[in-house]
């Protein structure tokens, strides 16, 4: 079965700083899909960036950007130039590929502090 | 453009009772996912339905149910609620299309005691 780990169930990074958010994943599938996700205190979840795991290239959207190392399984997030409205929770999560395996298995997410 | 809509926001029950959530998702959007959402056990997957056909299920009970009506709203329903059930429960909607992230809406907080 798929899994996904967060390590850090907190961070924190001083405004305008640069921040990394780290996630591994587990899976014996080729082809899948990996995302991260932002949820706020007013809690819906927002997509924040996502990875096609057959492209090479890195993802990346304004100041977020991810790296994603396939054979080691790594898919971490970095926030430049980081804002008081980052702050919330953030949850990598993979989606199979193909068929009815359309769920996204979520980790356990890390709470982002910024600082003014 | 509308988001997901969920409702209601809040809701409290008693061990027991049954609950019903809604969920109205985007114009165009035809895959409907629910997760369950509790600090010890985070974000699971409850089912998926497309075209009115549940798609995917996840591990829970038989106490959960849902179903998807032919204007592509979801509702879901836990019988016999018990204390464990208190938690977020979020709806997700998605275009047809593998890599399509979904787009989530506010949740339902259920209170069960």
């Known amino acids: 079965a798929q899994t996904v780990t967060q390590s850090q169930p907190e961070m924190s990074v001083q405004e305008a700083e640069t921040v990394t958010l780290s996630c591994t994943y587990d899976t014996s599938e080729s082809d899948y899909y990996l995302f991260w996700y932002k949820q706020p205190p007013s809690r819906q979840m927002i997509l924040v960036i996502r990875q096609e795991a057959y492209k090479q290239q890195n993802a990346t959207e304004n100041r977020f950007s991810v790296n994603f190392q396939k054979a080691a399984k790594s898919f971490s997030l970095k926030i430049s130039d980081s804002q008081l409205g980052d702050a919330a929770m953030y949850f990598c999560a993979y989606r199979a590929y193909g068929g009815s395996q359309g769920n996204l298995i979520f980790g356990k997410g890390t709470k982002l502090s910024v600082k003014p | 453009k509308a988001g997901v809509t969920q409702t209601p926001r809040y809701l409290i029950k008693t061990r027991g009772q049954q609950v019903t959530l809604s969920c109205s998702p985007i114009s165009g959007h035809r895959s409907v996912s629910w997760y369950q959402q509790t600090p010890g056990q985070g974000l699971q997957f409850l089912f998926e339905?497309?075209?009115?056909?549940?798609?995917n299920k996840g591990n829970f009970p038989g106490r959960f149910s849902g179903r998807q009506f032919s204007n592509s709203r979801s509702e879901m329903n836990v019988s016999t609620l018990e204390l464990g059930d208190s938690a977020l429960y979020l709806c997700?909607?998605?275009?047809?299309?593998?890599?399509?992230?979904?787009?989530f809406g506010s949740g339902t907080r259920l209170t069960v005691v």
């Open positions: 997700a909607s998605s275009l047809v299309g593998q890599g399509n992230g979904y787009t």
């Open positions: 339905y497309f075209s009115e056909t549940q798609r």
